[in-house]
C-alpha cells in the first residue's frame, strides 16, 4: 500500500489510531491499491470511498467489487481485506470515535448521520459495515474535501479545529444523503430527536463501561422507570441500553485490542466482562474472531 500523489497518509504506524487524541479528530489519505491486502481492522471509524481503479473487497458481508463511487464504512473493529486489486485507488477517512461523541454528538440526533454512522452498520447482517455508492458529482465534492482534510493534518489542530469539523462535516453530510438513498426501503427513516436523557445514559455507560450494569441499576440512577429509559435509549439509538453497553464494549475492546500491550483478561475487565470466557464469547459473536486471534492478526498485518 503506497501513498499517491501529494496527498500522504503520515500516520499509518502499525498501532492503530494511536494517532488521534491531540493531534487528530479525522485524518484522510489518498492510497493505491495493487494485488491485495491483508485482513486487518481498525481501533476507529474507516470511511473507504473509490476513486479510481478497481478491486475485490472482502468482509463478513461477502466479496464485491470496487469500483469508483463506491463507499464503505466500517465501525471500530470490524474487518475486511482486498484481493485483486488493479490500480484501486482510495480515499481512507478514519475518525477518532471520541469525535462522535463529543464534538459531533450532535450527530445522533439527525437522522441521516445517524443511520450513515450507527443505525445503517448496525442494521441486521451488516456486522458494522455500510456499503452504498456515490454518484460523480457527489464523489468529486467528496473528494475534494478530503484532500482539504488531508492537507490540515499538518495544521495546529488548536488554530484548525473549526476547519476540520466544517470539511468533514460536509463530506459526511455528502455521504449520508447518498446512504439514505440506497437504503433498504423496509428501514423506517427515524425523524426522532435524542433524548437529553437518553445522551445522559449514553455518557454514562461510556464513562464507566468497568461498571457491572443492569438496566434497573442504570434505571435507578437516572430515576427513571426502566421501561421508559428503554423507550427514550432505543427513539435515540435504536438499541435498547444493554445491547447498546455491549456493542460498546466489544468495539472499546476491538480498539484496546490493537493499541495497548494489555492482556486479554486485563481488557476483559477494563471493559466490564471479568469473565475472560464469557467476553471471548461475546467478542466472537460481534467479530467472528476470539480477542487472541482477533489482536494476533493485527499485529501480523499491520492496520493499514
Known amino acids: 500500500m503506497s501513498p499517491i500523489g501529494e496527498v500522504g497518509f503520515p500516520v499509518d504506524t502499525g498501532e492503530g489510531c494511536s494517532f488521534f487524541g491531540d493531534h487528530a479528530l479525522a485524518v484522510a489519505g489518498r492510497f493505491r491499491h495493487d494485488g491485495a491486502v491483508p485482513l486487518h481492522g481498525h481501533g476507529c471509524v474507516e470511511i473507504v470511498t473509490v476513486i479510481g481503479g478497481e478491486g475485490c473487497h472482502v468482509s463478513p458481508l461477502g466479496s464485491q467489487r470496487l469500483v469508483p463511487g463506491d463507499v464503505v464504512v466500517l465501525r471500530p473493529g470490524a474487518w475486511h481485506r482486498y484481493e485483486d486489486c488493479r490500480a484501486l485507488e482510495v480515499f481512507n477517512l478514519r475518525l477518532d470515535p471520541a469525535l462522535l461523541r463529543q464534538e459531533l454528538s450532535w450527530a445522533w440526533e439527525d437522522p441521516l448521520l445517524g443511520y450513515l454512522l450507527r443505525d445503517g452498520p ?9 456499503v452504498f455508492r456515490l454518484d460523480e458529482d457527489p464523489l468529486e465534492r467528496c473528494a475534494g474535501r478530503m484532500d482539504a482534510l488531508a492537507k490540515l493534518r499538518g495544521e495546529p489542530l488548536l488554530r484548525y479545529r473549526g476547519d476540520v469539523i466544517g470539511q468533514l462535516t460536509l463530506v459526511l453530510s455528502e455521504m449520508a444523503r447518498a446512504a439514505d438513498d440506497a437504503r433498504d426501503p423496509r428501514e423506517l427513516l427515524s425523524t426522532s430527536h435524542c433524548h437529553p436523557t437518553a445522551m445522559q445514559a449514553m455518557r454514562l455507560l461510556e464513562s464507566r463501561l468497568g461498571y457491572p450494569w443492569t438496566l434497573a441499576v442504570l434505571a435507578e440512577t437516572l430515576h427513571l422507570t426502566p421501561n421508559y429509559l428503554i423507550r427514550i435509549f432505543k427513539s435515540a439509538t435504536g438499541l435498547p441500553p444493554m445491547t447498546y453497553l455491549t456493542r460498546y464494549r466489544v468495539e ?34 460481534h467479530f467472528g474472531s476470539t480477542p487472541s486471534a482477533y489482536r494476533a492478526r493485527s499485529i501480523r498485518n499491520g492496520t493499514p
Open 252 to 285: 472499546t475492546a476491538a480498539i484496546l485490542l490493537i493499541n495497548t500491550h494489555d492482556s486479554v483478561a486485563e481488557i476483559a475487565a477494563t471493559v466490564g466482562w471479568p469473565d475472560q470466557n464469557y467476553f471471548a464469547r461475546r467478542f466472537r459473536a
Open 122 to 130: 448496525y442494521a441486521p447482517k451488516k456486522h458494522g459495515m455500510l
